[in-house]
């Protein structure tokens, strides 16, 4: 542990001891310490991405943009929807004849009872279909040429009006109705309907109606079919439903797996990476305009893919995915290690070796003190940097879905706002040294956990969070500051003693 470690280590502990004299009620409490631990390993697993840019002398100010992108992309990439299991869109609504025209094909069939909604004029309805004419053509609009949709006959008008649309624009959609034929109270309460519904999985939903109004929508966690009906668990308490209820099943659609949209995530995030490296590699452009570009784009490209809405995942994945940001391993009844401090442990680790241990660690840190140096002496220092961008952007995209599994949505226009300057402080802070060739992994993970104690001690304290920026702005002085001063003082050591051995 060099001198650089020592000292980050003597204020982490200096500043935990400062924050127990003074809010001793507070700072020592499960969850404040679980807090503090889990937000040190997310902010420590960038950092030591960015570390590895820095010991190779360059700088990446992207790392925020790259987080949320991530965070989005990992939002898309699990997106649910749950629709109808036999539903249709329409294409046209001739109210008054009671006419409805769905496009494409149907199972529906005389006698089913379905639900029309989503039309602007016509009014949403439960209606029986007394008659299907599977190939009806028809204009859609004038001159516009024929198509082919299926018609249904209905037994009551919809409305007064009649609704036209287009294939474009579509006014509305029908689903196949069944009776609710039993419910049995309490805290998760069991209803059945009525149709063969094996197709039906725990996770799916129910939407449970009477009439036009009184809509409820639960998630179903058991199903027991048979050929002429289901009971259903439902996760919530819906209140009282009787026989004179209908209700539709809705089938669960995820965009993705899980696996395969992590694999996505991460290998957008490596790939983005190799792209800053090979730009300051083969371009020659500098490392602080690549990266500053990419900041904006990747900020701009997030808000774009999802109109700039905010995105989460809702309580989808619970019991799956979430836990790896939010789940802990209990040490006590109160406390407990959150599961990203194990995964920075992972990280950490495997990244020290590789800096310490390894030729490519040497061959970064050679690349850092003198990039000439180091060409000369057969190292391939274009591929060193592109290694060090990749395994930068590649843990910005671990953090990216860490804190987007943490706080469980992404506001685009400011999730990973401002992360790579706590990323860069916690580097500096660690030993690593803006010239380039120094840095410790482990002083990396304690500059983290001190940026982390001293956003908490702005909370506590109840300083003015105004204030925040302007600390990590001193915090990155000092550090470069203490860097500089201890190099002055190593290169005059090393010039007294080679005047006295000379």
Not at 188 to 202: E, F, K, M, Q, W
Not at 312 to 323: Q, R, V, W
Request: charged share 15%; proline share 4%.
């Amino acid at each position: 542990m060099n001198v650089k470690v020592l000292g980050i280590f003597g204020l982490l502990v200096g500043l935990c001891l400062l924050m127990i004299l003074l809010t001793p009620d507070t700072f020592l409490q499960a969850f404040n310490i679980e807090n503090l631990i889990r937000r040190t390993a997310l902010f420590g697993i960038i950092s030591i991405g960015v570390a590895f840019v820095i010991i190779t002398g360059g700088i990446d100010l992207s790392i925020g943009s790259v987080i949320c992108l991530t965070g989005v992309l990992l939002a898309v990439f699990l997106s649910v929807d749950y629709k109808p299991i036999d539903s249709a869109e329409v294409l046209r609504v001739d109210a008054q004849q009671r006419v409805i025209i769905l496009h494409g094909k149907t199972s529906l069939k005389p006698g089913d009872r379905i639900r029309y909604s989503g039309g602007r004029r016509a009014r949403a309805a439960v209606v029986t279909i007394e008659s299907i004419d599977p190939e009806y053509r028809f204009e859609l609009r004038p001159g516009m040429g024929e198509m082919t949709g299926v018609r249904l006959i209905v037994d009551q008008p919809l409305t007064a009006d009649e609704v036209a649309t287009s294939p474009s624009e579509p006014r509305g959609f029908v689903a196949a109705v069944y009776p609710v034929t039993q419910f049995e109270a309490g805290e998760h309460p069991t209803v059945t309907i009525a149709g063969d519904h094996a197709s039906l999985n725990p996770r799916d939903q129910v939407m449970l109606f009477q009439g036009d109004a009184r809509l409820r929508q639960t998630h179903i966690t058991q199903v027991n079919t048979s050929e002429q009906s289901a009971a259903l668990r439902l996760a919530n308490d819906i209140g009282a439903v009787d026989d004179t209820w209908a209700a539709i099943p809705l089938k669960r659609h995820q965009l993705m797996s899980i696996p395969l949209a992590l694999v996505s995530v991460i290998g957008i995030s490596l790939a983005l990476g190799l792209l800053h490296g090979l730009l300051v590699t083969k371009l020659g452009l500098q490392s602080f305009v690549v990266t500053l570009c990419g900041l904006l784009f990747y900020r701009g490209i997030s808000r774009w893919l999802v109109d700039d809405q905010t995105v989460g995942f809702g309580n989808e994945y619970d019991n799956t995915l979430s836990p790896l940001a939010t789940g802990k391993i209990h040490i006590t009844e109160t406390f407990g290690i959150p599961a990203p401090f194990l995964i920075l442990v992972v990280i950490a680790v495997a990244a020290a070796i590789f800096l310490n241990r390894t030729i490519w660690g040497r061959y970064m840190l050679a690349l850092g003190r003198n990039e000439a140096a180091a060409h000369y002496s057969g190292i391939n220092t274009s591929r060193m940097t592109c290694l060090a961008y990749v395994i930068c952007t590649g843990l910005a995209g671990v953090g990216g879905i860490l804190f987007a599994l943490d706080g469980n949505s992404v506001p685009p226009s400011s999730h990973g706002n401002f992360f790579e300057l706590y990323a860069i402080a916690a580097a500096v802070l660690g030993g690593c040294s803006l010239r380039g060739g120094e840095g410790s992994i482990l002083g990396v993970v304690i500059g983290a956990a001190v940026m982390r104690v001293l956003y908490n001690m702005i909370t506590l304290l109840k300083i003015s969070t105004t204030l925040e920026f302007a600390i990590i702005g001193l915090v990155i002085l000092g550090g470069v500051i203490a860097d500089e001063l201890i190099k002055r003082f190593a290169a005059r050591r090393r010039a007294a003693r080679q005047a006295q051995t000379a």
